[in-house]
């Protein structure tokens, strides 16, 4: 399973608001979650965590967040 960590710009790692990072004792979730990231070439620094993300210890990776092409 792949989700997106979401735009709330909010720490999972909130102890307070989400519960513990690892529920159950469990270090791995079993799903990717992945932040928003700056893309090489349209944001200095590159490969750094957008504003809007969502971040924390639950977030597995970052993939881009801007400057994404669509067909549509």
């Known amino acids: 399973m792949v989700e997106a960590a979401g735009n709330g710009q909010e720490d999972l790692g909130n102890a307070a608001v989400y ?4 529920p159950a004792g469990r270090a791995d979730s079993g799903a990717i979650i992945v932040g ?24 597995n990776l970052q993939g881009w ?6 067909a549509g």
């Open 19 to 22: 519960g513990s990072p690892f």
């Open 36 to 59: 928003a990231g700056t893309a090489s070439g349209c944001t200095n620094p590159a490969r750094g965590r957008l504003g809007f993300s969502t971040y924390g210890p639950r977030v």
């Open 65 to 70: 967040g801007e400057c994404v092409v669509t």
